[in-house]
């Protein structure tokens, strides 16, 4: 049976010089197939917003009801979740929802690189989410950005320990944000390839004869086990995009009001 | 035993995590169908909470799912 992490190998397509960062080290550069899996997506979204705003009326098209759907969607999110300001907000959580969907939903097609199943861009995306909280929150409240570690209507005695758990917890949001995404694309693929190898492998059998003919309804079953597992794929693409985006809205209304609704 | 053998024990115990997400998505389902059933125009609304609270949760069983694969492959 073939190997269902080869599917995740990083293979460099143009191999550009190496940078060295002072500090950092020799950073090895080059255009792979996840960068290019990447560039798609992005290709993608501009395409399909590009052609949604070209010719807009007023009575909308069937393509211009698509984007604006898209669009209201994260907007109701971000003004129900952020409040009066989440159209602030709302560029930066709708190019986070609609990149981490295409690339996605790209993935699901054959022979496709799933950018989202390495832990690389995920943690990007995630570290970048984190750092936008933590500079919108020590810009708008200074050191009393850390009053969201300290829920209201505590007794004092609780403070010190609840203090920790909830700093811990909140430094831990990154991690657990680019894990979530990345083992539900990583397990997705993999779970997949397993059950296609088996339509190969069970098939197989069947060259034997006898018993082996055991293998061609089995093969059958295989292949319902993989058509069922793509359509959950789908499911889990969308579901797991759409729950990147409410988390960073979650976070940045953290970092907006800092432990009391302003 | 020599190291594969304990990685295939590794990997095959490190996804007994999943039985904490299981349970913990069938009790978020569960207490979610049951207050439908009691209010179900209010139902609706909930939606949005229901998949956010069911994601939480699974993150963590994929998060066993994975840790099993790097034992194996890693």
């Given at each position: 049976?073939?190997?269902?992490?080869?599917?995740?190998?990083?293979?460099?397509?143009?191999?550009?010089?190496?940078?060295?960062?002072?500090?950092?080290?020799?950073?090895?550069?080059?255009?792979?197939?996840?960068?290019?899996?990447?560039?798609?997506?992005?290709?993608?979204?501009?395409?399909?917003?590009?052609?949604?705003?070209?010719?807009?009326?007023?009575?909308?098209?069937?393509?211009?009801?698509?984007?604006?759907?898209?669009?209201?969607?994260?907007?109701?999110?971000?003004?129900?979740v952020?409040g009066?300001?989440?159209?602030?907000?709302?560029?930066?959580?709708?190019?986070?929802?609609?990149?981490?969907?295409?690339?996605?939903?790209?993935?699901?097609?054959?022979?496709?690189?799933?950018?989202?199943?390495?832990?690389?861009?995920?943690?990007?995306?995630?570290?970048?989410?984190f750092?936008?909280v933590l500079?919108v929150g020590f810009w708008r409240h200074g050191l009393g950005f850390f009053k969201l570690f300290v829920p209201s209507g505590l007794p004092i005695a609780m403070v010190p320990i609840l203090f920790v758990i909830e700093l811990f917890s909140f430094l831990l949001r990154p991690v657990t944000l680019?894990?979530?995404?990345?083992?539900?694309?990583?397990?997705?693929?993999?779970?997949?390839?397993?059950?296609?190898?088996?339509?190969?492998?069970?098939?197989?059998?069947?060259?034997?004869?006898?018993?082996?003919?055991?293998?061609?309804?089995?093969?059958?079953?295989?292949?319902?086990?993989?058509?069922?597992?793509?359509?959950?794929?789908?499911?889990?693409?969308?579901?797991?995009?759409?729950?990147?985006?409410?988390l960073?809205?979650i976070y940045i209304n953290d970092a907006v009001t800092a432990g009391h609704g302003h | 035993?020599?190291?594969?053998?304990?990685?295939?024990?590794?990997?095959?115990?490190?996804?007994?995590?999943?039985?904490g997400?299981?349970i913990g998505?069938?009790t978020i389902?569960?207490n979610?169908?049951?207050?439908?059933?009691?209010?179900?125009?209010?139902?609706?609304?909930?939606?949005?909470n229901?998949?956010l609270g069911?994601?939480l949760v699974?993150a963590l069983?994929?998060?066993?799912?994975?840790?099993?694969?790097?034992?194996?492959?890693?």
């Amino acid at each position: 049976m073939a190997d269902p992490m080869h599917q995740f190998q990083i293979q460099k397509v143009v191999d550009l010089p190496d940078v060295t960062i002072p500090g950092v080290g020799v950073i090895d550069m080059a255009i792979t197939n996840s960068t290019i899996a990447m560039f798609i997506a992005a290709g993608v979204v501009i395409l399909f917003f590009g052609l949604v705003t070209m010719n807009p009326k007023v009575v909308p098209g069937r393509l211009q009801v698509a984007g604006e759907g898209i669009f209201s969607f994260i907007d109701d999110l971000a003004t129900s979740v952020i409040g009066h300001e989440g159209r602030k907000f709302f560029p930066f959580i709708f190019t986070v929802f609609t990149f981490v969907l295409a690339m996605n939903l790209l993935g699901l097609l054959p022979a496709q690189f799933t950018a989202t199943s390495q832990l690389a861009v995920t943690l990007t995306l995630a570290v970048m989410v984190f750092s936008l909280v933590l500079i919108v929150g020590f810009w708008r409240h200074g050191l009393g950005f850390f009053k969201l570690f300290v829920p209201s209507g505590l007794p004092i005695a609780m403070v010190p320990i609840l203090f920790v758990i909830e700093l811990f917890s909140f430094l831990l949001r990154p991690v657990t944000l680019s894990l979530r995404l990345f083992g539900n694309m990583l397990g997705g693929h993999v779970a997949l390839k397993v059950f296609a190898g088996f339509i190969i492998s069970l098939g197989a059998l069947a060259a034997g004869g006898g018993f082996g003919l055991l293998g061609i309804p089995a093969a059958a079953l295989s292949f319902g086990g993989v058509l069922a597992l793509t359509a959950l794929e789908l499911l889990v693409a969308c579901l797991q995009a759409f729950v990147f985006a409410i988390l960073t809205t979650i976070y940045i209304n953290d970092a907006v009001t800092a432990g009391h609704g302003h | 035993m020599d190291a594969e053998a304990a990685k295939l024990i590794g990997a095959g115990l490190a996804t007994m995590g999943m039985i904490g997400a299981g349970i913990g998505v069938g009790t978020i389902f569960g207490n979610f169908l049951s207050g439908a059933l009691r209010n179900p125009s209010a139902a609706g609304g909930q939606f949005t909470n229901l998949m956010l609270g069911t994601a939480l949760v699974e993150a963590l069983g994929i998060l066993a799912f994975v840790l099993s694969l790097v034992i194996l492959f890693g």
